[in-house]
């Protein structure tokens, strides 16, 4: 599938890594369970693990932005009071977030050295995918959410509609999980959304005509970065994504649930003073917007089920 770049969209003014994908930071890995079955099960999960080894044993900085609150962003407390992640991170669907955690606890429960273990801060980001999706029955299950850590893998990401991103909707099109990274002074930024929100589709700043005056939705933003930055740094990088959500056109209503997470790969090296920073906040920026691109134009046309109004639905994809 052709990403922005394929069409000659290019955004902003640092450059891509190999993969243009959150997996160009050593390290990351994703995985995605991808259900597609019948009229009415368009759903999944997808997996970010930040370093190969025990999450739980060797923790990385983390820090957490919210622009609006509401979604079901379990761990959020936590990586805000400590400034670490200790688990994997997993999306899934909203009515998924109770499985994702157990899926979470029994991964990190399972590495070796984790013997003694009895408190796991399970970190879970979601959207609502019941407009293509029966959000109601109980998919993924546990064991699905498992597949998706399970096949966790650095290299290419595949995107659109794929693992949590498989029933999501944006802008009154097919939306799902996109993802683009940038190279600031030899530093890696990666950014990976799970994109079903609102608003009227802005491309490279012009507005689309294609696209509705879509409202409600939600996105989480995942941002992986090498450069060494403290839980502080990570909070403040985070929160400069939204700059890349709001060039593309988002509506941050009311009912949108607007989350960026960021961590840091660079473990035991000082932190970068914060007038250091500035480069890769706009890096942020950059990234993010084009991942929301991506996302829109992997997806493609889906038929699916309405949960909320119980009748089929249609939603097209993105085509330049």
Known sequence: MARARDHGVMIGRFPPGRWNAITDVAGVAVGHVTLIEGERTRTGATAILPHPGNLFAEKV?????VLNGFGKFAGV???QELGQLETPILLTNTLAVGRAMQALVAHTLDQPGNARVTSINAVVGETNDSRLNDIRAPRPTL????MALDAARPGPVAEGAVGAGTGCVAFGMKGGIGTASRIVDRQTLGVLVQANFG???RLNGRDWPGSTADKDGSIVIILATDAPLDARG???LATRAFGG???TGAALSNGSGDYALAFSTA???PSLPPEACSPLFEAAIEATEEAIVNALLAAGDMDGWDAGQD???HYPGLRL
């Open 199 to 201: 608003g009227s589709l």
């Open 77 to 79: 407390t936590q990586v």
């Open 61 to 65: 900085p983390a820090g957490i932005s």
């Open 267 to 269: 473990r035991g090296i």
């Open 143 to 146: 064991a699905e959410m498992r």
């Open 311 to 313: 009748c089929p639905s």
């Open 245 to 247: 959500l709001a060039r």
């Open 234 to 236: 990570l909070t403040r």
